[in-house]
Every structure is written in C-alpha cells, then in structure tokens.
C-alpha cells in the first residue's frame, strides 16, 4: 500500500480558494488510481473528485463541478485539489486515498487513505 498525507486545509472566507496537496510516498504512484472525499460532521465520507491513473480521465462530485479541481505529478508522487468558490457547505476534513482498481466514486474501492486535512469555510 501506498502511505498518503495531506495538507493545505485551513480557514477561508466563503468566496475564496485553498490547494489541497496530498503525498504519497513509495515508486508506484503512477500506477494509483487517486481521489479526494469529505466527511463533514454527522455525515457519512463523500466522493469529491478522482483523476485516473493516466490522468487522462477526471470525476468530480455535482456539488463540486466547475469550482473543483484534481490535478496530479507524477513526477513528485502529489495529487492537488484546488478549490475555489468556496461555501460553507464545503466545510469538511478532506481525505486522499488511493487504488488500484476501477471503482473511484465510492470510498469502499480504495485501499489507502491519508490522515485527513480540515477545511472550514466562513460565511
């Protein structure tokens, strides 16, 4: 498995932006499947976004489309979600995880999973 952790979250005012980074470390990072969620208080771990293996291929959650955006380097073995137009309903601890299989809409197909990163959103 693959070790994950984020960083990046913090406090925002609603309208604005935050970079999620998310390490992974190891040498086959490039062959991971990756994706952000969110588990807001009271509520079951959500899908956010996903980027494929050869990022060629995006997912994002209705919620998130058009404000969202995963991106990933290879290269230094990070996946990024940048957020913008920020609303208090995005207020959530923001996980990454990652897998090798197919399924990246639902938190049941990874199999790795970072420590989490808070972002709180103030309206």
């Known amino acids: 498995q693959v070790q994950l952790v984020e960083s990046g979250g913090g406090l925002v005012q609603a309208g604005g932006s935050l970079r999620l980074s998310c390490a992974a470390s190891g040498r086959t990072f490039s062959s991971y499947s990756m994706g952000w969620f969110r588990q807001a208080p009271g509520k079951e771990r959500a899908f956010v976004a996903a980027?494929?293996?050869?990022?060629?291929?995006?997912n994002y959650a209705d919620s998130v489309k058009g404000r969202f955006f995963i991106s990933r380097d290879n290269a230094q073995n990070t996946v990024y979600l940048q957020m913008n137009s920020l609303k208090p309903e995005d207020t959530a601890v923001y996980y990454c995880a990652a897998t090798t299989r197919t399924v990246l809409t639902a938190a049941w197909g990874y199999d790795s999973w970072g420590q989490g990163t808070q972002v709180t959103v103030s309206s």
């Open positions: 980027i494929w293996r050869t990022s060629l291929s995006t």
